[in-house]
């Protein structure tokens, strides 16, 4: 079962991004709605510049019902 | 006992050497249709084998069944290589397989069809059924053999792809009896990881029955019933299972199958950094209207100012009591003319004119004597230039005319 404070998918926040993005452009806001929909994107951008972010990669090898990390070449 | 009189056992026992000492009956192999295929909990297999005419029961016992590169199921034509022997217990002539080939081309692939079909009546490959890939997975499972090429591959375009992303390898047999249990067991054990968001499922290329284990009802099922999104990539792209059906997607190949899985991560960054910048844009652009807005506004109050109003009724004051002055002074100037013209006229026919022209006025007591009646004894006259006191001598009246 889904937990309501499940971070959303990468894909549902670029999603999100994608539709602020559009929102602002549509020109309909508010400045306060605006600056608090920028403020938003920000948020969310950040969030997605983290999980794209080049980390060591691993390998872990499932065996015998245990994680063990593998060497690979 | 009469001579020749056996026991039951004695006569099987000969009846079983006697099988078992013929050549011809030894290292033969025969064709014939599988039916009532059974699955000894021992890991020993019972079926009988029969052609239009005739059957023969079979047993293959588990270390021969353990090397089978296929699972035989009722209906499969094939080849079994092995010895005729007696089952003592029954006193029934059976035939011991070591070896099962599927029979010609066409009886694996008429199963693969037949089976394809009732799955797919069943709705196992419906559409619908098909789940959609993660973008960015938060990890990707991998069931295939430990090692070899595929492995390498996905490997390869994981790491190219997207670098960081945590891989998680479930080794599994791919081939021969009991590939097709231990790949239902791999894919349930890899998707029971909490980070594996994708999975593909492989092997190398090979012969059908190569590949068979990936047309086992058993893995069929699994891979529907599984509980993240499961990507195929087995054998060649000319090689099609019915796992490839019951997936997700279906990969031509091992390195298709990973870069279905794992993003593009430069691509993913220019995304985000598109938007990013957009967002940008657009909140500026949002705050240089908003300022524009405000000095329109401000231009717009000006204008409807109440210091405009009053200013604009001063003006029509001050050009009102502008021309009113104008037109008193024009107003006064008319009657200042018109008093001087009067006056003008009055002095011209007043006395003094009179006396300019020669005449005098007798007065008395102010006042001018006009009739001879009104003459006093002591008058004055005046003329234009001065006054003189006279003394009347006499009175002279004159008739009227």
Known sequence: MKQENEPLRFEDRLEQLEQLTVKMEEGKLSLEELLKVYEQGIALSTGLKRDLDAAQATLTQLKDGQLKPIEDS | ?401
């Open chain 2, 1 to 401: 006992m009469r001579p020749g009189t056996l026991s039951v056992s004695e006569l099987n026992e000969y009846v079983r050497r006697s099988l078992a000492g013929d050549p011809m009956l030894q290292g033969i192999a025969i064709i014939g249709e599988i039916s009532n295929f059974k699955r000894h909990t021992s890991g020993h297999l019972y079926f009988t084998l029969r052609d239009e005419a005739s059957r023969i029961s079979c047993v293959m016992f588990r270390q021969h069944a353990q090397l089978l590169r296929f699972q035989p199921q009722d209906g499969m034509r094939v080849q079994l290589s092995g010895a005729v022997g007696l089952y003592m217990a029954t006193g029934s002539y059976q035939f011991y397989g070591e070896a099962m080939m599927a029979e010609g081309a066409g009886a694996l692939y008429e199963l693969f069809v037949k089976t394809r079909e009732r799955l797919q009546k069943e709705g196992l490959f419906d559409a619908s059924l098909k789940r959609p890939l993660p973008l960015l997975p938060k990890g990707l499972g991998i069931v295939t053999s430990g090692g070899g090429a595929v492995l390498h591959d996905i490997l390869t375009v994981a790491r190219r792809r997207f670098p960081a992303l945590p891989l998680f390898l479930r080794a599994a047999q791919v081939q021969g009896s009991g590939a097709a249990a231990d790949l239902t067991r791999a894919l349930a054990e890899i998707a029971a990881l909490d980070q594996v968001e994708v999975i593909i499922i492989g092997r190398g290329g090979g012969s059908m029955e190569d590949l068979w284990a990936f047309n086992e009802e058993e893995l069929v099922r699994a891979v529907v019933a599984c509980k993240k999104p499961v990507i195929s990539a087995v054998g060649h792209e000319t090689d099609i299972t019915l796992t490839d059906f019951a997936a997700d997607v279906r990969a031509p190949t091992p390195s298709a199958a990973a870069e279905l899985a794992v993003p593009e991560r430069a691509e993913l960054i220019a995304r985000v950094e598109r938007l990013t910048a957009q967002l940008h844009a657009q909140a500026t652009l949002g705050l240089e209207q908003a300022g524009a807005r405000l000095q329109a506004m401000e231009a717009c109050l000006q204008q409807h100012s109440p210091v405009n109003q009053v200013r604009l009724f001063a003006q029509r004051l001050a050009a009102l009591a502008g021309r009113m002055h104008v037109g008193a002074a024009a107003g006064l100037q008319a009657l200042s003319s018109h008093a001087r013209l009067t006056l003008e006229r009055f002095e011209l026919s007043g006395p003094r004119q009179t006396l300019r022209r020669g005449y005098v006025i007798a007065l008395h007591a102010g006042r001018p004597v006009q009739r001879v009646a009104e003459v006093q004894e002591r008058m004055t006259l005046q003329f234009q230039d001065g006054k003189a006191h006279v003394k009347t001598l006499d009175v002279e009246k004159e008739q009227a005319q």
